[in-house]
């Protein structure tokens, strides 16, 4: 694709890329401290403050692993820019922050202030912004985005851009009206786009349309506009990679998540996970609630951190 190439792809390395970069995201919410969680949790360990959003950033982090393993020199364009600690944690992973931001080590001392900035006074804001490497747009805005990487692909053949757009955030009359882009600038003299669309099934409070549509109702939408949809279920990193082998230049790829996979099930009764209970802070009393506490311990621990940890510093 456009001079890329394939690389031989390895799951596991994926799947703990994205272990790796679900428990920073969640790390970046909530901690200040034993980030490595070498003793149990405590309160002082929590921000005093809790402020992010959780619910969109394993998918984030999901797409990002599959796509950057495929294509390492892709360029990629975030919609739910509000999921901003799953994008920290991928520019973190593969030492982009670094490069701007000399604190942002590859050992526990960036660990520590990658998280401990994160949502704070002076620090790195909750959206991705213009002083995150490589973004050109506030965050927080949905919308554009699919627009952007038709703009970044016009007149630069050799680009490829990957650019995920957020159900919710496909709503908007702008991303819709930015699906006509495939018919006036799918040519040989732009680079070539591959839409994302990330169907969690809810955005902040409800669900979304798309969310509650059929399987053929989403496929003819997008056949419409003269794309060639494929379904993935984004929790099988295989079935991706298989999608990422077919591509053509028309392909669009609707990426299927629980919205906050992995994170917590349920808490009180309250569905978590597959539900907009988890869009932002889904343990909201973790810092004065023990059940709450233990259950984000729990949750930490779930990705083996420390193994991953010990094979990201070693590199």
């Known amino acids: 694709m456009n001079g890329l190439g394939y690389l031989d792809i390895n799951l596991q390395a994926i799947k703990s890329r994205i272990d790796f970069c679900n428990y920073l995201s969640v790390a970046q919410i909530f901690l200040q401290d034993n980030f490595l969680l070498n003793r149990p949790l405590s309160e002082a360990d929590i921000k005093p403050r809790l402020l992010g959003h959780w619910g969109t950033c394993p998918g984030i982090n999901i797409a990002y692993a599959n796509l950057k393993a495929r294509f390492p020199k892709m360029q990629f364009i975030l919609g739910p820019g509000h999921g901003f600690p799953a994008l920290q944690a991928n520019l973190y992973y593969d030492g982009d922050l670094e490069e701007y931001y000399p604190e942002a080590t590859k050992n526990l001392r960036g660990i520590e202030y990658v998280c401990k900035n994160f949502s704070w006074p002076y620090g790195f804001p909750s959206h991705a912004s213009p002083i995150t ?7 927080g805005e949905l919308g554009y985005s699919l627009a952007t990487a038709y703009g970044a692909a016009l007149g630069k053949p050799d680009k490829f851009i990957a650019v ?16 006509n882009l495939n018919k006036l600038l799918n040519s040989d003299a732009n680079g070539r786009v ?4 990330h169907l969690n099934g809810y955005k902040i409070s409800a ?22 949809p494929i379904i993935v279920d984004g929790t099988n990193n295989d079935e991706f990679q298989q999608a990422l082998n077919k591509l053509n230049r028309n392909s669009f790829i609707i990426m299927r998540t629980p919205k906050g996979y992995s994170g917590p099930m349920q808490l009180d009764g309250l569905k978590l996970e597959g539900n907009c209970a988890s869009h932002q802070v889904p343990l909201p009393q973790a810092k004065t609630d023990r059940k709450q506490l233990q259950m984000l311990e ?12 010990d094979e990201f510093i070693s590199k």
């Open 133 to 139: 490497p490589g973004v050109i747009a506030e965050g």
């Open 164 to 179: 995920l757009i957020g159900d919710g955030e496909l709503e908007t009359a702008t991303a819709l009206a930015s699906l």
């Open 194 to 197: 591959l839409p994302i669309l």
């Open 207 to 228: 669900p979304t349309i798309y969310g509650r549509s059929s399987e053929r109702e989403l496929l003819q939408l997008f056949r419409g506009f003269g794309f060639d």
């Open 298 to 309: 729990d949750w930490l621990k779930s990705y083996n951190f420390k193994e991953l940890y």
